[in-house]
C-alpha cells in the first residue's frame, strides 16, 4: 500500500489527481478516476456557467467520492466560477495559471480544498501563506500551457520553500516517475496526457491516435511571443504558428489564429486547424486502457520500485 499524507487530507485511496484539461475533462472523466481511487477533476475552461453547473452535478451523480474542479485564472467567467463551486461546495479546487489567493477566503469558507497549480516556490510560499492545502508544482514537461522549470529542478525547491504537502506534474508517466516524484520530495502527482487515451475521456479519434503514434521529440512549444507558451503535438498547426511567430505578422493576426484551435482538436479532431495539446511523455501512450487499469497499474508499479530501492545501497 502507498503511504501519502494526501490521502488522508483529501480522503482518496491513491494520491493522484486526474489534470483538468480544458474542453477535455468532463463529469465522466473525472468520475471515472475518482471511482478509480484517484481525484478525478473537472475542467471549468470547457464551456458556459451553466455546462459547467451540470457537469459538477454529473459528477456527483456518477460518484460519492471526493471529485475536484479546476479554474484556469486566465480564462472568461473566473468571478462566476468560483461562487459557482463555493455554493456547490465543489470538494476540491485546482487552479492554474495565476495567484488564487483573492478567492481563498470564498472557497475555505465553504469547506473546500484549495489547491493551485504554481511554476515557481515563490508563488508557492504566496499560496501556502494564503491558506492553500497544497501546491501543485507542474514543470515544462506538461501539456498546454507551461512555465519555463523543469519538473526535476522544481519540485525539490517548491518542496524546500513550502510545508504544505507538493504534489509533481509534467512528465508523470508510470510508476518511475511516481517513485522519482516521491523521491524529489512530492507526496503526490497529477497526470493529465496519459487520462488523452483513457476509455472514459471523450475526445476525437484523431486526437487519440495522434498520442497514440507520438514518440518522446514530437511535442512543440508555441505561443512564446505574446507571453502564453503552450506544449502540444507537432502538426499542421502548430507548425504553421510557429513560423508565424518569427514572421512580421502582427500580434493581433498570431492570437486570431488560435482562436478555435483547442475544439478543433478535441472535438471536431481536425487534423489541420486542431492544436492537440499535449506533454513530453506522449510518446509512452501507446495503448488505450480505463481510468481504473492506469491508475492501479501505476501504483503497482510504484510499489515494486520502491520497494526494490535498496538495491541501491551495498
Ligand atoms: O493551466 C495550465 N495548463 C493549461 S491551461 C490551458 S487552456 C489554454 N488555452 C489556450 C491558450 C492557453 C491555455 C491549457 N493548459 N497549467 C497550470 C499552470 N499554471 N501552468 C503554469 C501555471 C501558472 C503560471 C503562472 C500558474 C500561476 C502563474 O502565476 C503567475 C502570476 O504570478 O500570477
Not at 235 to 244: D, G, H, L, N, Q
Request: charged share 20%; net charge neutral.
Amino acid at each position: 500500500m502507498i503511504n501519502s499524507q494526501l490521502c488522508g487530507i483529501l480522503g482518496i485511496k491513491y494520491p493522484l489527481f486526474q489534470g483538468g484539461m480544458a474542453h477535455i475533462s468532463d463529469a465522466k472523466l473525472a468520475a471515472a478516476v475518482s471511482e478509480a481511487g484517484g481525484l478525478g477533476i473537472i475542467s471549468a475552461a470547457s464551456g458556459n456557467i451553466d455546462y459547467i453547473s451540470g457537469q459538477i452535478d454529473a459528477a456527483k451523480a456518477l460518484t460519492d467520492k471526493p471529485f475536484g474542479v479546476n479554474i484556469m485564472l486566465m480564462g472568461a467567467n473566473v468571478e462566476e466560477i468560483a461562487e459557482l463551486v463555493a455554493e456547490k461546495k465543489v470538494p476540491v479546487v485546482t487552479t492554474g495559471a495565476g495567484n488564487p489567493s483573492k478567492y481563498m477566503e470564498k472557497w475555505k469558507t465553504a469547506g473546500i480544498k484549495v489547491v493551485p497549480v504554481i511554476p515557481s516556490s515563490s508563488l508557492a510560499k504566496m499560496v501556502e501563506r494564503a491558506g492553500a492545502d497544497a501546491v501543485i508544482a507542474e514543470g515544462g514537461e506538461s501539456g498546454g500551457h507551461v512555465g519555463d522549470m523543469t519538473t526535476m529542478a522544481l519540485v525539490p525547491q517548491v518542496c524546500d520553500a513550502v510545508s504544505i504537502p507538493v504534489i509533481a506534474a509534467g512528465g508523470i508517466y508510470d510508476g518511475r516517475s511516481v517513485a522519482a516524484a516521491f523521491m524529489l520530495g512530492a507526496c503526490g502527482v497529477q497526470l493529465g496526457t496519459r487520462f488523452l487515451t483513457a476509455f472514459e475521456c471523450n475526445i476525437s479519434r484523431a486526437y487519440k491516435d495522434r498520442i497514440l503514434k507520438a514518440k518522446d521529440t514530437s511535442t512543440i512549444v508555441t505561443g512564446k511571443r505574446l507571453g502564453h507558451p503552450v506544449r502540444s503535438l507537432k502538426s499542421p498547426f502548430s507548425r504553421e504558428y510557429f513560423k508565424a511567430e518569427y514572421s512580421d505578422i502582427s500580434d493581433e493576426d498570431l492570437e486570431q489564429m488560435a482562436i478555435g484551435s483547442l475544439r478543433a482538436a478535441v472535438v471536431d479532431g481536425d487534423e489541420k486547424k486542431g492544436c492537440f495539446l499535449a506533454g513530453q511523455i506522449s510518446g509512452m501512450v501507446n495503448r488505450e486502457q480505463s481510468s481504473k487499469e492506469i491508475i492501479e497499474e501505476i501504483f503497482a508499479e510504484t510499489e515494486t520500485i520502491l520497494k526494490g530501492a535498496g538495491r541501491w545501497l551495498k
